[in-house]
């Protein structure tokens, strides 16, 4: 995988949620080469992907595809560290859904170096605080939160 950025990129565990964080200016001065690299990066859920993968469900970037995640039964609420890196896929995956459908969305690098996703309004979600709550309490279901954020 060729992510030019990818040099100057760190991967820390915030203490509360074992997030993905970014350091200052990660996104560089690439423009849409680091943009495409970024969501690339992000796009990647090997965790949320492994999870899934004995179920039959395909995750094809879709709308649909919440729609199936939120039927899954939440066999990993027993595992704590399982439920902490598998929340933070589940947010990466929303985040990737709406950026690649959702006209004018697009990650951006939030406070802290989280990356949220920026919609044309400019309106910011945090996307992996929702993937949070989704693997913790199945609310909100994340086709509904996808719901509310593509009519806006």
Avoid at 65 to 77: I, K, N, T, V, Y
Avoid at 96 to 122: C, D, F, N
Avoid at 125 to 134: P, R
Wanted: hydrophobic letters at 40%; glycine letters at 12%.
């Amino acid at each position: 995988m060729d992510i030019p950025f990818l040099d100057r990129w760190r991967k820390r565990r915030d203490s509360s949620f074992g997030a993905v964080v970014f350091s200052e200016g990660s996104e560089g001065s690439e423009g849409s080469e680091s943009r495409a690299g970024l969501a690339q990066l992000l796009s990647e859920c090997e965790l949320l992907r492994s999870q899934v993968s004995g179920t039959g469900l395909r995750l094809d970037d879709s709308a649909a595809s919440l729609e199936a995640l939120d039927q899954l039964l939440p066999r990993w609420r027993d595992d704590e560290e399982t439920l902490t890196w598998l929340g933070n896929d589940v947010g990466l995956y929303l985040g990737t859904v709406v950026v690649r459908t959702v006209p004018g969305a697009g990650w951006e690098i939030g406070p802290g170096g989280r990356p949220v996703v920026r919609l044309a309004s400019g309106r910011e979600i945090d996307v992996v605080t929702a993937g949070h709550d989704w693997a913790s309490a199945g609310a909100p279901e994340l086709s509904q939160l996808y719901a509310e954020i593509a009519e806006v």
